[in-house]
């Protein structure tokens, strides 16, 4: 049953990340063609928004090494609808390999503390903002849409607590920079409701418009979807979330999965907010790859309308 509830959005944008967040944090590396096949199967349940892949350098995530050859294929995704297909960039060679590809949307990922900073980018918080400065100018002269990533913003593994104020300079620096939206990470899970309507009403009091920013929640301690419900009710309207719960985050070992698209759609759906996305396709397609990786989904809702769905096998 859909009951709509007062101060929510009539409808959410889901950035789908699974077929990049969720695969570089697999295991084995998925062939592909399955990865360009999950991605027109996402596509096909109504997904507009798709991350692709990420431009890193191979040594650093193997399992997104063939950027190259999946970018080209996926062509025909386009047919589908006006699907966006953003992918990572690390620094200014990673945009050029996509720039040469065709990719109109980027991302970079920065970091809201300097322990992760140093363990994932190499450099301090300042130096990887500097990092990407030519590499956010560049991408405006060219007309392409930048996303800014920025991890840690509720928690960190090593430093514990991160202040609000430390995550809306770096989150400042990185829209001042010319990025057109911010996603903001609870890259180990630790955020709760109140915690997130605080850090959004300190960003606005920066400066930082509700409508640029977009929410990237790990379901580590269950709370993803509380914490969505508390961003839409502060005006949010960009979701991230991954198809069947892959994902989480190879730098920083307690983070568990993303929160799973299907649990976010389930919700959304039954307060009426719409989305465009057909829950029982885009279940079927996390069905499918879980077959794929050789494990079942995470997310309770492809496990529940899965198992409602399969032949019953009475005596």
């Known amino acids: 049953m859909n009951v709509p509830a007062q101060g929510l959005p009539d409808r959410v944008r889901i950035h789908e990340v699974g077929a990049r967040d969720g ?3 697999e295991k084995a590396v998925v062939p592909t063609e399955v990865k360009a096949e999950f991605i027109r199967r996402l596509a096909v349940a109504g997904l507009s928004t798709i991350e692709a892949t990420s431009f890193v350098h191979p040594k650093w995530v193997p399992q997104l090494a063939d950027a190259e050859q999946l970018f080209p294929l996926l062509g025909d995704v386009a047919d589908v609808g006006d699907v966006a297909l953003p992918v990572l960039v690390p ?3 990673g945009l050029d390999r996509a720039l040469a590809l065709g990719a109109r949307r980027i991302a970079v990922f920065g970091s809201a503390t300097e322990t992760f900073a140093a363990r994932n980018l190499n450099r301090t918080v300042d130096e990887s903002l500097a990092m990407f400065e030519p590499v956010v100018a560049r991408a405006k002269a060219e007309k392409v849409h930048v996303r800014g990533y920025l991890s840690m913003c509720f928690g960190d593994p090593w ?4 202040p609000l ?3 809306v300079r770096v989150a400042r620096a990185l829209m001042d920079l010319g990025c057109d939206e911010l ?5 180990i899970g630790v955020a709760t409701p109140g915690h997130v309507t605080a850090l959004l009403s300190a960003l606005n009091g920066a400066g930082v418009p509700t409508d640029t920013i977009g929410v990237h929640f790990h379901d580590t301690y269950g709370q993803a979807l509380s914490n969505t419900l508390a961003a839409l009710q502060q005006g949010v309207t960009t979701v991230d ?3 069947g719960g892959l994902g989480g985050c190879p730098y920083a070992k307690s983070a568990t999965g993303n929160l799973a698209t299907e649990d976010l759609v389930w919700m959304l759906d039954g307060l009426g907010i719409e989305t465009g996305v057909d829950l029982g396709a885009l279940t079927a397609t996390s069905v499918w790859m879980a077959e ?3 494990r079942p989904s995470p997310s309770r809702t492809v496990k529940a309308l899965s198992a409602s769905q399969a032949p019953s096998h009475k005596e």
Request: glycine share 12%; charged share 15%.
């Open 165 to 167: 104020a430390q995550v």
């Open 91 to 93: 620094n200014e060679r």
């Open 23 to 25: 695969l570089q944090n």
């Open 292 to 294: 794929q990786l050789g």
């Open 159 to 162: 430093e514990g607590a991160v």
């Open 241 to 243: 979330a991954s198809a």
């Open 183 to 187: 996603s903001l990470g609870d890259t």
